[in-house]
């Protein structure tokens, strides 16, 4: 028996979306990238509409990492410095 096509793809998401989360100041959280991505626009985008729409959010919803958090998760993450 196969499994239905739409079925397959979910389920192919969650597992991107569990591989993307990180946990940063004792949160679960998804760079905006990894976001974007996943709706299919680029991060600009994402940023310009949660900027524009930002009563539609929580306001825990987002967050700018410091210096030393992009560095550390650069190095970290993708393997840099």
Do not use: W
């Not at 949160?27 to 976001?35: G, N, R």
């Not at 949660?50 to 210096?67: I, Q």
């Amino acid at each position: 028996m196969s499994v239905p096509r739409t079925s397959r793809a979910s389920t192919v998401a969650v597992e991107d979306i569990s591989r993307a989360i990180l946990v940063l100041r004792g949160h679960k959280v998804l760079l905006d990238a990894e976001l974007a991505a996943l709706y299919g626009v680029t991060t600009k985008r994402l940023n310009e509409q949660v900027k524009r729409n930002a009563e539609r959010f929580p306001e825990d919803f987002m967050f700018r990492l410091t210096r030393a958090e992009t560095e550390a998760l650069n190095r970290s993450h993708f393997g840099e410095g």
